[in-house]
């Protein structure tokens, strides 16, 4: 028999995803005339699902986890809600790679017969439905990465990150699409096609994990896992609205997924949530910590989840201090994310608590340098056989990532030993940066009033163009340094407000591909989400949401309506 065509591969892929919504019960509405949706299709679910399906998938996780446990609703309720909402969020975006209806409804039936049986809920995310990106893997179901040669793979075992939200209690229901190579801000691959931006179809919703962005951003799901090693997590979390957390590396267990270059250790990529709300952030986070993956992972670190302290109560007279990142000196962000910036700053600085001050970007082009040599140390062997292997196109943001790269090298273990060393000293560098903010007290000799977390934009724009993703800074910055990285919405794109500036003159040409983005049509990115990025240092991932919540609360975020 001849070898399948790689478009052939691709139909039988997307037949199968369309045959697991197909079985969704009671079927999914038709959305009419998908030719002619509005770019803004946030809304559309509302109208075409019942109102009791709308007011469940328009739940918080916090929320939904406690109406579970109370019996307020079943889980089979719940499940089958976010079902539907899933395959109308695939109809209007394209971000599902499979839905799982009978798995989901039979795990729903079993967890509504304990709950009946013990008047109880079975662990903290009883009956909470969980979506996941498709390289997490799940026992016998597809594990193709984003690669039509990799089409026929298989999942030997559910990930050690499944297992553990399993026995908490959750549901998993929905498998969502990625990246040809994962290595993209933007998610399109050969198999299934392009995932777009739910408020604004013409935008991306990003990537890798942007199929995560869209399905939780139309709230067809309210949390999801995703994964990051240049941004994966936080770009469709900023893209799409959504809160999302690249923990530090070694906290969260990886086994289990399916990726290229699986034991290199000089970059490392975590899993971590994106979420509707922050509470499903450190819920996730809680949860999984909780489990002790490092009994099973032994690479983790044992550190247990400590929000039983407090991060920021200081001696008397002490506030919290947050350093603000304006602009990396490589390219200045769009006027949205400064004005996103300047409108936080300004309300942060009329806080009692808080102190904010600039922080001056240290070396943040030699960072990339950095980085970027360290993605391939193989120089991309495995990524183009796994591309080539089946006759599939190259998208262009793989091309951009690994051919139009003049960092992509095979290196020779003395070179990887160079650069690794670069990397090491980079992060000895920046602890300096970070450490110098501090001043020494006379009395104790220790140092006093450190910035606590950093201020950042996550991106150079709001969501981009399709395949016009390629500035990765304001995101690898922090893989790069292993500094976990939460991102959170702040308010949308106003052309009428956010106007070009027509003296900016670019400094290289990164920030002239940049700036030209903007200057081409500030219409085109109207109604999109602005998010901001807010940084703490290694291991502080509890310093950070916990920042994040005062702040949230200090000053009433986010300023838009994102549902």
Request: hydrophobic content about 35%.
């Given at each position: 028999?001849?070898?399948?065509?790689?478009?052939?591969?691709?139909?039988?892929?997307?037949?199968?995803?369309d045959d697991s919504i197909r079985r969704v019960d009671?079927?999914?509405?038709?959305?009419?005339?998908?030719?002619?949706?509005?770019?803004?299709?946030?809304?559309?679910?509302?109208?075409?699902?019942?109102?009791?399906?709308?007011?469940?998938?328009?739940?918080?996780?916090?929320?939904?986890?406690?109406?579970?446990?109370?019996?307020?609703?079943?889980?089979?309720?719940?499940?089958?809600?976010?079902?539907?909402?899933?395959?109308?969020?695939?109809?209007?975006?394209?971000?599902?790679?499979?839905?799982?209806?009978?798995?989901?409804?039979?795990?729903?039936?079993?967890?509504?017969?304990?709950?009946?049986?013990?008047?109880?809920?079975?662990?903290?995310?009883?009956?909470?439905?969980?979506?996941?990106?498709?390289?997490?893997?799940?026992?016998?179901?597809?594990?193709?990465?984003?690669?039509?040669?990799?089409?026929?793979?298989?999942?030997?075992?559910?990930?050690?990150?499944?297992?553990?939200?399993?026995?908490?209690?959750?549901?998993?229901?929905?498998?969502?699409?990625?990246?040809?190579?994962?290595?993209?801000?933007?998610?399109?691959?050969?198999?299934?096609?392009?995932?777009?931006?739910?408020?604004?179809?013409?935008?991306?919703?990003?990537?890798?994990?942007?199929?995560?962005?869209?399905?939780?951003?139309?709230?067809?799901?309210?949390?999801?896992?995703?994964?990051?090693?240049?941004?994966?997590?936080?770009?469709?979390?900023?893209?799409?609205?959504?809160?999302?957390?690249?923990?530090?590396?070694?906290?969260?267990?990886?086994?289990?997924?399916?990726?290229?270059?699986?034991?290199?250790?000089?970059?490392?990529?975590?899993?971590?949530?994106?979420?509707?709300?922050?509470?499903?952030?450190?819920?996730?986070?809680?949860?999984?910590?909780?489990?002790?993956?490092?009994?099973?992972?032994?690479?983790?670190?044992?550190?247990?989840?400590?929000?039983?302290?407090?991060?920021?109560?200081?001696?008397?007279?002490?506030?919290?201090?947050?350093?603000?990142?304006?602009?990396?000196?490589?390219?200045?962000?769009?006027?949205?994310?400064?004005?996103?910036?300047?409108?936080?700053?300004e309300k942060l600085k009329a806080v009692q608590g808080?102190?904010?001050?600039?922080?001056?970007?240290?070396?943040?082009?030699?960072?990339?340098?950095?980085?970027?040599?360290?993605?391939?140390?193989?120089?991309?062997?495995?990524?183009?056989?796994?591309?080539?292997?089946?006759?599939?196109?190259?998208?262009?943001?793989?091309?951009?990532?690994?051919?139009?790269?003049?960092?992509?090298?095979?290196?020779?273990?003395?070179?990887?030993?160079?650069?690794?060393?670069?990397?090491?000293?980079?992060?000895?560098?920046?602890?300096?940066?970070?450490?110098?903010?501090?001043?020494?007290?006379?009395?104790?000799?220790?140092?006093?009033?450190?910035?606590?977390?950093?201020?950042?934009?996550?991106?150079?724009?709001?969501?981009?163009?399709?395949?016009?993703?390629?500035?990765?800074?304001?995101?690898?910055?922090?893989?790069?340094?292993?500094?976990?990285?939460?991102?959170?919405p702040v308010t949308k794109v106003d052309p009428t407000?956010?106007?070009?500036?027509?003296?900016?003159?670019?400094?290289?040409?990164?920030?002239?591909?940049?700036?030209?983005?903007?200057?081409?049509?500030?219409?085109?990115?109207?109604?999109?989400?602005?998010?901001?990025?807010?940084?703490?240092?290694?291991?502080?991932?509890?310093?950070?949401?916990?920042?994040?919540?005062?702040?949230?609360?200090?000053?009433?975020?986010?300023?838009?309506?994102?549902?």
């Open positions: 028999m001849s070898k399948p065509t790689w478009q052939e591969i691709a139909e039988v892929a997307q037949n199968h995803r009671p079927p999914i509405p038709q959305v009419a005339d998908p030719e002619r949706l509005p770019l803004d299709r946030t809304d559309i679910p509302k109208y075409l699902l019942t109102t009791e399906e709308v007011i469940i998938t328009q739940t918080a996780p916090e929320d939904l986890v406690a109406s579970l446990a109370s019996g307020k609703y079943t889980s089979t309720t719940v499940a089958t809600a976010f079902l539907r909402r899933a395959g109308l969020a695939q109809a209007l975006t394209n971000c599902i790679t499979e839905l799982l209806p009978q798995r989901a409804i039979a795990r729903a039936n079993f967890l509504d017969e304990y709950h009946s049986k013990h008047g109880k809920p079975i662990g903290p995310l009883h009956g909470l439905p969980i979506s996941v990106k498709e390289h997490i893997g799940m026992k016998g179901l597809g594990l193709n990465a984003g690669f039509v040669s990799w089409w026929d793979h298989k999942g030997e075992d559910d990930a050690l990150v499944l297992k553990i939200l399993w026995n908490a209690g959750c549901v998993f229901y929905a498998r969502t699409n990625q990246p040809q190579t994962l290595m993209h801000l933007e998610t399109s691959n050969n198999l299934y096609g392009v995932t777009v931006n739910p408020f604004n179809s013409q935008l991306t919703s990003g990537g890798s994990s942007g199929g995560e962005g869209a399905l939780i951003a139309l709230r067809g799901s309210c949390l999801g896992l995703g994964t990051d090693i240049g941004g994966s997590i936080r770009s469709p979390a900023a893209n799409c609205g959504l809160y999302g957390l690249r923990p530090s590396s070694y906290r969260i267990p990886v086994s289990g997924w399916s990726a290229t270059m699986l034991s290199q250790e000089q970059i490392i990529a975590v899993l971590g949530p994106l979420s509707t709300s922050l509470e499903g952030v450190k819920m996730f986070m809680k949860t999984v910590i909780n489990g002790k993956p490092w009994l099973n992972e032994p690479s983790l670190v044992p550190i247990p989840w400590r929000d039983q302290e407090s991060y920021l109560e200081k001696p008397s007279g002490k506030k919290l201090k947050i350093g603000v990142i304006w602009h990396d000196c490589v390219v200045k962000p769009h006027p949205p994310i400064m004005r996103a910036l300047q409108e936080v700053v808080i102190e904010v001050v600039d922080w001056k970007p240290y070396k943040h082009d030699e960072a990339w340098s950095i980085i970027s040599s360290l993605y391939f140390c193989d120089g991309g062997q495995e990524e183009t056989a796994a591309i080539e292997a089946s006759g599939e196109p190259w998208r262009p943001l793989s091309k951009f990532i690994l051919k139009d790269n003049q960092s992509v090298k095979k290196l020779t273990v003395e070179e990887i030993w160079h650069w690794t060393m670069k990397r090491e000293g980079y992060r000895t560098e920046y602890a300096k940066v970070w450490n110098d903010t501090a001043t020494e007290s006379g009395e104790t000799g220790e140092l006093e009033g450190m910035v606590d977390v950093i201020l950042c934009p996550v991106g150079p724009g709001a969501a981009p163009p399709l395949d016009c993703a390629r500035y990765w800074g304001y995101t690898t910055q922090w893989n790069l340094l292993d500094y976990p990285a939460l991102v959170f407000v956010d106007v070009v500036d027509q003296d900016y003159k670019p400094i290289n040409e990164k920030d002239k591909y940049n700036d030209q983005l903007w200057k081409s049509g500030p219409e085109k990115y109207k109604g999109a989400p602005v998010s901001l990025q807010l940084v703490g240092r290694r291991y502080e991932d509890e310093k950070v949401i916990e920042a994040m919540d005062f702040i949230k609360e200090s000053i009433g975020l986010p300023f838009a309506d994102f549902v």
